[in-house]
């Protein structure tokens, strides 16, 4: 493929093939019509992921890569020549997949990936969005699919990839699918030559570096201060909703590259994690943090709390329990002293792997909005243990630290004392933009 700029508009050419070559023709013309100069001049290339019986071996109106092409790429990955296509459909989607991906990563390593277009149903998308996310964040990535209105967080994960409604079923050009195609053809497009004319942005000069921070809205007038006083001392920050899926984002952009220190300020997925809440962290929770050597901060807003759904989707065995009602779709459990233990040794069991410097901050006074004297979660007794248990598991020593502040979350003397922790370690590690 040499050095030009490659978009893979990527499909089963055995049962899609009208769809997938209007669908890439789209993107073509768009591409065209955008592109105002040679210098961002795009070649498509079709890329056939069937896993049926019927095979394409060629197309005349565009380059493409066959399925057998793929298959060898397969091949390369476990060692095994030739790979057979296995007659379980299931069982070939995914050596599909497998293929798809290590085709891409190939590509990618090459530097000619400008953007990966693919649609499909069920299946499709399935198939398509492991080998589509595994392109770094910022290189246009889109699925046309029939379940892009539906629970789409096992497709899309913490990527930026775009999953767009296909409105009916993608088996055939009609005038519904005709306007759909059309307009992600456009859409897509337009992102890749955007990216491909997009100058370094002028904001980041100057920058000290990245900073990713986790927030929770009982948690966010501490952030509000972090963020503002981080950004007058010359820092980028990225601030993440602690909601599962929040910190898996901020973790996946920390192994990426694109945050050289945290503030982990609101952990309370932990809680969600050890006691069965909806927006739990995994096992993995702050291990790419400690792997990276990078500043961390590390304190415990929100964990005094588990978070449901409508109180009626409460768990019965937990319906008994202190339970606040957000709003009409998130409800908030009070934790217990034992809860609190099993969160500190959590966190402890991570912290005390790590050979890198952090700084743990712990809040005397309450750890969210909600644990405060009159509030509906205040419990001196549940939080204390919390701290307690944190201050007898860390294992302190030269790089790992643990400061007790006498002060809410919630207080700017307890927002500045993070910053200043902060501060103290990037002057020893200076952070650096990769």
């Known amino acids: ?79 095994e020549n030739p790979i057979v296509l296995p007659d379980d459909r299931g069982k070939a989607v995914g050596v599909m997949s497998k293929g798809l991906q290590h ?69 055939g050009i009609n005038n519904v699918s005709r306007v759909v195609l059309s307009n992600a053809g456009a859409a897509f497009a337009g992102m890749v030559i955007g990216r491909l004319g997009r100058f370094q942005e002028s904001c980041n000069e100057g920058k000290k570096g990245t900073v990713g921070i986790t927030m929770y809205g009982v948690t966010t007038p501490c952030v509000n201060v972090v963020n503002e006083r981080l950004k007058k001392e010359g820092y980028e920050t990225l601030i993440f909703h602690a909601t599962g899926v929040g910190g898996k984002a901020m973790e996946s952009l920390v192994r990426e590259g694109y945050i050289q220190g945290v503030l982990d300020i609101t952990t309370t997925e932990v809680a969600d994690y050890v006691v069965g809440g909806v927006m739990p962290c995994d096992s993995s929770r702050f291990d790419v943090i400690i792997e990276k050597k990078i500043p961390f901060v590390l304190s415990v807003g929100a964990l005094d709390m588990v978070t449901f759904g409508p109180k009626h989707t409460v768990p019965t065995n937990f319906q008994k329990r202190k339970i606040h009602i957000h709003n009409a779709q998130i409800s908030a459990m009070r934790t217990t002293v034992d809860e609190n233990k099993k969160f500190a040794g959590f966190i402890a069991d991570k912290l005390n792997k790590s050979a890198t410097k952090i700084c743990v901050c712990l809040p005397q006074k309450g750890v969210s909005a909600l644990d405060a004297p009159g509030k509906p979660f205040y419990d001196p007794e549940a939080t204390g243990s919390l701290l307690n248990e944190l201050q007898t598991l860390i294992q302190i020593n030269e790089d790992r630290q643990v400061e007790v502040c006498p002060y809410h979350i919630n207080d700017p003397e307890f927002a500045n004392a993070l910053v200043d922790s902060f501060m103290e370690m990037c002057s020893k590690n200076p952070t650096k933009r990769s």
């Not at 896993?51 to 394409?56: L, M, P, V």
């Not at 246009?140 to 497709?155: D, F, N, R």
């Open 1 to 79: 493929m040499g050095t030009t700029a490659t978009v893979f508009c990527v499909g089963t050419a055995d049962t899609k093939l009208e769809e997938l070559r209007f669908l890439s023709e789209s993107v073509r013309s768009f591409l065209t019509t955008i592109s105002n100069s040679s210098s961002s001049k795009v070649e498509v290339v079709i890329v056939d992921v069937s896993a049926g019986q019927k095979e394409t071996k060629s197309l005349s109106d565009f380059k493409f890569v066959t399925r057998n092409e793929l298959l060898l790429c397969y091949s390369e990955l476990v060692g």
């Open 103 to 171: 085709f891409i990563k190939k590509a990618q390593a090459d530097g000619v990936v400008a953007g990966a277009i693919g649609l499909g149903g069920t299946g499709g998308t399935s198939l398509l969005s492991t080998p589509f996310r595994s392109l770094p964040l910022g290189v246009p990535k889109l699925i046309v699919s029939t379940i892009a209105s539906g629970q789409t967080e096992p497709y899309v994960k913490t990527s930026d990839l775009v999953l767009f409604p296909s409105i009916v079923d993608i088996c």
